[in-house]
């Protein structure tokens, strides 16, 4: 595994700029080399997510201008401090509203919408039992 991905479960439901800047430096204690992403749902979570050096930077379930804010709080932070995470949009994002995802200046897009919507297929591989003779 090359990526840590630090999600809700492992931060609490009410996350904490001190509980952030553990699990990250946790993170990076326990696997060394690893890049360590964090999961974001709002923007107070992104300022703890910089404050704590994430290296990737997944914003969850957000609007485009929501999206779009936290773009620009992490490039006014990447100004004060020569360092920018990767940032991804995810959770809900249609080919409807791919554009927009993509005008707020993300370097990547999740979408589950070609796994969604393609059909379940039931494969089986029945093989004839082998007759093999006896020594």
Same mark, same amino acid.
């Given at each position: 595994?090359?990526?840590? =991905? =630090? @999600? &809700?479960? !492992?931060?609490?439901?009410? !996350?904490? !700029?001190?509980?952030?800047?553990?699990?990250?430096?946790?993170?990076?204690?326990?696997?060394? @080399?690893?890049?360590?992403?964090?999961?974001?749902?709002? #923007?107070?979570?992104?300022?703890?997510? #910089?404050?704590?050096?994430?290296?990737?930077?997944?914003?969850?379930?957000?609007?485009?201008?929501?999206?779009?804010?936290?773009?620009?709080?992490?490039?006014?932070?990447?100004?004060?401090?020569?360092?920018? &995470?990767?940032?991804?949009?995810?959770?809900? =994002?249609? #080919?409807?509203?791919?554009?927009?995802?993509?005008?707020? @200046?993300?370097?990547?897009?999740?979408? @589950?919408?070609?796994?969604?919507?393609?059909?379940?297929?039931?494969?089986? #591989?029945?093989?004839?039992?082998?007759? =093999? &003779?006896?020594?």
């Amino acid at each position: 595994m090359d990526h840590e =991905i =630090i @999600g &809700p479960s !492992r931060t609490a439901a009410t !996350r904490s !700029r001190r509980v952030t800047v553990e699990v990250v430096k946790s993170s990076r204690s326990r696997w060394p @080399g690893r890049t360590v992403h964090v999961e974001c749902e709002t #923007l107070d979570q992104v300022h703890q997510s #910089l404050e704590a050096g994430a290296d990737a930077l997944l914003l969850d379930n957000m609007t485009p201008a929501q999206v779009s804010a936290c773009v620009d709080e992490v490039r006014a932070h990447a100004a004060r401090h020569g360092v920018r &995470p990767l940032v991804e949009a995810s959770g809900g =994002i249609t #080919l409807a509203v791919v554009a927009e995802y993509a005008a707020t @200046g993300v370097e990547c897009i999740s979408s @589950g919408v070609l796994t969604n919507a393609a059909p379940a297929l039931d494969v089986d #591989l029945d093989l004839p039992k082998a007759e =093999i &003779p006896c020594c």
